[in-house]
């Protein structure tokens, strides 16, 4: 079921995903011409581009450092017998080389699209601990070494992709200019390179070099960025330590979620369906003592008794498709919202496009984002009309809920605090943009197991 609306401003088209994270690695193959292939595809790519761009100015940069740390260092020792500020010499050289580390994987991250993660701080409540800690780290040594080969590894990077290119391109250009060069034509010696033959060798040469100039250097920004991974990453275990660390804050949250989800269903229960079961069976007690002395007014009063009975009925099964809507595991999460967008009070467009079924508890957390995100919209944002997505792509179930209300809406709100906990429980992640006057998107990306 949809119920008809226009599109809301800024929505994606059915069937579109939303944005990603990059990935991890370069992806150096993309967007190619396939009709010419790799080579010739490489050689007008602006990922190419990009990494001779990243590759040239790794030299600079790496002389630029290099010359800080030589100063830093050559300070530090001059001036540590002078009351010890060779010490804050020997401490502004590794802050540097800390925020040159930073930039570094902001640079690879924009040339290249390689995310290298940072390594987690020392933590520790003592502040002489925490900086003994981060001068005895082994990511501070790293972030150090990385400043002192940036540049001898630049300078070996650069030469072979310089070579590459500048002679297949003066090579391939070759006969164009030839017969200007002084003598006439060029030479090696006493070798004079002219006629035809000569030409036609050199054109070809030209064009085999400029052809493996972009694998070159792909290759070399690959190599690059393989060595800056190991020195600006963390290290294995401190990415285990992370994700560990990660995980308990996720089931803390999971089971503040559920604490708190079974408390909202013991209050209905107990305020609701339990107080209209109360009051059914003291109204059946009365009807009971009333059949033998005044019949008709026990009719009256068992009519009363069925209508409370319907009532309570109806609060369990609110109750009940609050928790897991039975449509939900019988006909999946497009009925389910469907019928969601029917009971809202603003007007909702529901459009999903799964090529597989997600696992039921995929299924269950977004109908429970749905299901919030709609109950926050009747009551909050005085929209005229709403709108949600749900498409499924690469492995992930990308959930939009978009309204043209008042906006404002506060990420660290209970409500959406909530929501992200659950979202946060089976590794996916939640964004809500919000701002003043409108509109509001909550974003959710969660992964599609089946």
């Known amino acids: 079921?949809?119920?008809?609306?226009?599109?809301?401003?800024?929505?994606?088209?059915?069937?579109?995903?939303?944005?990603?994270?990059?990935?991890?690695?370069?992806?150096?193959?993309?967007?190619?011409?396939?009709?010419?292939?790799?080579?010739?595809?490489?050689?007008?790519?602006?990922?190419?581009?990009?990494?001779a761009m990243h590759i040239f100015a790794g030299f600079f940069l790496g002389l630029f450092v290099f010359l800080v740390l030589i100063i830093g260092f050559a300070l530090g020792i001059g001036l540590l017998a002078v009351l010890g500020l060779g010490i804050a010499a020997f401490i502004g050289t590794y802050r540097f080389a800390a925020r040159f580390a930073d930039f570094e994987r902001a640079r690879f991250a924009l040339l290249l699209g390689e995310q290298i993660l940072t390594p987690p701080s020392p933590v520790s409540r003592d502040g002489r601990r925490r900086i003994w800690r981060s001068l005895t780290s082994s990511t501070v040594w790293k972030q150090l070494a990385y400043c002192a080969v940036r540049l001898p590894l630049s300078i070996v990077e650069s030469v072979p992709v310089m070579v590459f290119w500048s002679t297949g391109l003066a090579l391939f250009?070759?006969?164009?200019?030839?017969?200007?060069?002084?003598?006439?034509?060029?030479?090696l010696g006493a070798m004079r390179f002219a006629g035809p033959g000569w030409m036609i060798l050199s054109g070809v040469a030209g064009a085999l070099l400029?052809?493996?100039?972009p694998v070159v250097t792909r290759a070399t920004a690959m190599l690059d960025a393989a060595i800056a991974r190991g020195l600006l990453g963390?290290?294995?275990?401190?990415?285990?330590?992370?994700?560990?660390?990660?995980?308990?804050?996720?089931?803390a949250?999971?089971?503040?979620?559920?604490?708190?989800?079974?408390?909202?269903?013991?209050?209905?229960?107990?305020?609701?369906?339990?107080q209209r079961l109360v009051a059914l069976a003291m109204e059946l007690g009365r009807a009971k003592a009333k059949f033998a002395t005044d019949p008709q007014?026990?009719?009256?009063?068992?009519?009363?008794?069925?209508?409370?009975?319907?009532e309570a009925l109806a609060e369990l099964r609110n109750l009940v498709r609050g928790v897991h809507p039975p449509v939900l595991s019988d006909r999946g999460l497009d009925a389910a919202l469907s019928g969601l967008a029917a009971l809202s009070p603003v007007p909702v467009t529901v459009r999903v496009d799964l090529p597989v079924r997600p696992a039921a508890a995929i299924e269950a957390i977004a109908y429970f984002v749905v299901a919030e995100a709609l109950t926050n919209v009747a009551k909050h944002a005085k929209a005229s009309q709403a709108e949600v997505v749900v498409t499924g792509a690469d492995g992930l179930l990308t959930l939009l809920v978009f309204d043209d209300g008042a906006g404002g809406a506060d990420p660290a709100g209970q409500g959406l605090t909530?929501?992200?906990?659950r979202v946060a429980g089976v590794d996916g992640r939640l964004r809500v943009t919000s701002p003043a006057g409108g509109p509001t998107t909550i974003e959710v990306v969660l992964p599609c197991g089946s």
């Open 1 to 51: 079921m949809t119920a008809q609306m226009p599109a809301i401003p800024g929505a994606p088209e059915p069937g579109t995903a939303a944005p990603t994270p990059a990935a991890g690695r370069p992806n150096f193959v993309s967007n190619l011409d396939p009709i010419s292939g790799p080579l010739v595809g490489w050689l007008v790519a602006p990922t190419t581009w990009l990494a």
């Open 173 to 187: 250009t070759l006969p164009v200019y030839n017969a200007e060069l002084p003598g006439g034509a060029a030479h």
């Open 210 to 213: 400029l052809l493996a100039a």
């Open 234 to 251: 963390p290290a294995r275990g401190a990415e285990l330590t992370a994700r560990i660390d990660e995980l308990e804050t996720s089931r």
């Open 253 to 274: 949250r999971v089971i503040d979620a559920a604490e708190t989800e079974r408390r909202r269903i013991e209050r209905d229960l107990h305020d609701g369906a339990q």
């Open 297 to 310: 007014a026990a009719a009256v009063i068992v009519d009363q008794a069925h209508g409370q009975a319907k």
């Open 418 to 421: 909530g929501l992200a906990a």
